[in-house]
T-cell receptor, first 113, second 113 residues
Framework: DGGITQSPKYLFRKEGQNVTLSCEQN?????MYWYRQDPGQGLRLIYY???????QKGDIAEGYSVSREKKESFPLTVTSAQKNPTAFYLC????????????FGQGTRLTVV | GDSVTQMEGPVTLSEEAFLTINCTYT??????LFWYVQYPGEGLQLLLK?????DKGSNKGFEATYRKETTSFHLEKGSVQVSDSAVYFC????????????FGAGTRLFVKA
């Protein structure tokens, strides 16, 4: 079955540590996205990538980094520079160059203690 | 800039009641419009979409009409069920050198038996 997979579902880390969230898709989509969701708030765009080896900052990129070395993979690193990293992180993908809908993974809930 | 505003929740209804969730948008271009649904602890799923003015998107008894003159895309359902309890997000997709999706804050719906 085609889809988008995020792992792990729950992640705990100590303050000051970097952590990488995985996102893999087998939908052959060109575009991939990372969103952050906080309680009672909508989704805020962190980074997005339209093609391999290219990505752009979204609205809240500070304290995060990404890479897009393969079409199917778009990992997100939450660095120690992110002031308030505890949140629900959602990865999505879509067909590039048209306003198609986004397909979402199940999300990763990151808790920093 | 581009933005989506939707009614604040939570919305609490009895089973078989009529549902309306208001959504209005601002966009510099001609966006496509979407409604997504999120069940607890999961990612978002596309519920319906409309790509041009006067289009009506519909799915699972939900419907919404793209109203360019009022910049609105209100979600309606004639008779809600307990299983419709979820968070609903209105979103637009607009071209800014690549397509980017912007989400509203979400509206939580509770349906009582």
């Amino acid at each position: 079955d085609g889809g988008i997979t995020q792992s792990p579902k729950y992640l705990f880390r100590k303050e000051g540590q970097n952590v990488t969230l995985s996102c893999e898709q087998n939908l052959n989509h060109d575009a991939m996205y990372w969103y952050r969701q906080d309680p009672g708030q909508g989704l805020r765009l962190i980074y997005y990538s339209q093609i391999v080896n290219d990505f752009q900052k979204g609205d809240i990129a500070e304290g995060y980094s990404v890479s897009r070395e393969k079409k199917e993979s778009f990992p997100l690193t939450v660095t120690s520079a992110q002031k308030n990293p505890t949140a629900f992180y959602l990865c999505a993908s879509s067909i590039r160059a048209t306003a198609h809908e986004a397909f979402f993974g199940q999300g990763t809930r990151l808790t920093v203690v | 800039g581009d933005s989506v505003t939707q009614m604040e929740g939570p919305v609490t209804l009895s089973e078989e009641a009529f549902l309306t969730i208001n959504c209005t948008y601002t966009a510099t271009g001609y966006p496509s419009l979407f409604w997504y649904v999120q069940y607890p602890g999961e990612g978002l799923q596309l519920l319906l979409k409309a790509t041009k003015a006067d289009d009506k998107g519909s799915n699972k008894g939900f419907e919404a009409t793209y109203r360019k003159e009022t910049t609105s895309f209100h979600l309606e359902k004639g008779s809600v069920q307990v299983s419709d309890s979820a968070v609903y997000f209105c979103a637009l997709s607009v071209y800014t050198g690549g397509f980017k999706t912007i989400f509203g804050a979400g509206t939580r719906l509770f349906v009582k038996a």
